[in-house]
């Protein structure tokens, strides 16, 4: 049976053809993502699972406690977390392809102070909560800005929001730039509205 046919077809073709491609796409993106996971965990021996938020959790515990986030010493921790050992800059740029370490401004905190006095793994999973509606939130506040928020819409761009790619990235890395988005869009919105 071609493609032509099957989208030609009956209704429910179509939306098993869309279902097997959706689900095809995200065992790519995953595999893809956990690809990322196994690479560190190979070169590094250690089964920390990779996080983007986990420099900025610990940085923001430190600078709470009176510690520098900027400094070798909390440089060299944070690796040993991550990876089981310290690596110089060159070393790790070579195997990572990247280098760790505390790079956000200090007033960080703010954002992430609900976060701090949990563990780690429930932080996680709670940041990726609050990601995924912060940016559920921006796309249906978008929506409302452009008339254009109807139910039917509202679940079509929730839909395509949790399974693009990037989209999936930031949650599955809890990358703090996810909540960005709520900011710009709702300063757009207030600008527009004349606040």
Same mark, same amino acid.
């Given at each position: 049976?071609?493609?032509?046919?099957?989208?030609?077809?009956?209704?429910?073709?179509?939306?098993?053809?869309?279902?097997? %491609?959706?689900?095809?796409?995200?065992? %790519?993106?995953?595999?893809?993502?956990?690809?990322?996971?196994?690479?560190?965990?190979?070169?590094?021996?250690?089964?920390?699972?990779?996080?983007?938020?986990?420099?900025? $959790?610990?940085?923001?515990? /430190?600078?709470?406690?009176?510690?520098?986030? &900027?400094?070798?010493?909390?440089?060299?921790?944070?690796?040993?977390?991550?990876?089981?050992?310290?690596?110089?800059?060159?070393?790790?740029?070579?195997?990572?392809?990247?280098?760790?370490?505390?790079?956000?401004?200090? &007033?960080?905190?703010? /954002?992430?102070?609900?976060?701090? $006095?949990?563990?780690?793994?429930?932080?996680? $999973?709670?940041?990726?909560?609050?990601?995924?509606?912060?940016? /559920?939130?921006?796309?249906?506040?978008?929506?409302?800005?452009?008339?254009?928020?109807?139910?039917?819409?509202?679940?079509?761009?929730?839909?395509?929001?949790? /399974?693009?790619?990037?989209?999936?990235?930031?949650?599955?890395?809890?990358?703090?730039?996810?909540?960005?988005?709520?900011?710009?869009?709702?300063?757009?919105?207030?600008?527009?509205?004349?606040?």
């Amino acid at each position: 049976m071609s493609y032509l046919r099957v989208l030609s077809g009956a209704p429910w073709r179509r939306a098993a053809l869309l279902v097997l %491609m959706l689900v095809g796409y995200l065992a %790519m993106t995953i595999a893809s993502l956990n690809g990322r996971v196994d690479h560190q965990i190979a070169v590094t021996g250690h089964p920390f699972v990779h996080s983007d938020l986990f420099p900025r $959790w610990l940085g923001a515990q /430190t600078v709470l406690s009176g510690g520098d986030p &900027y400094d070798q010493g909390f440089t060299s921790k944070l690796q040993g977390l991550m990876y089981g050992r310290p690596y110089d800059a060159a070393e790790e740029i070579a195997l990572l392809r990247g280098v760790t370490g505390f790079f956000y401004p200090p &007033y960080v905190v703010i /954002t992430l102070l609900p976060l701090l $006095w949990l563990p780690f793994e429930v932080a996680r $999973w709670a940041a990726v909560a609050t990601l995924a509606a912060s940016l /559920t939130a921006s796309a249906f506040l978008w929506l409302r800005l452009t008339g254009r928020f109807t139910l039917p819409n509202a679940l079509l761009v929730a839909l395509v929001l949790v /399974t693009f790619q990037p989209v999936f990235d930031l949650l599955w890395l809890q990358q703090l730039t996810g909540a960005v988005l709520i900011y710009l869009v709702g300063a757009y919105a207030a600008a527009a509205r004349h606040r």
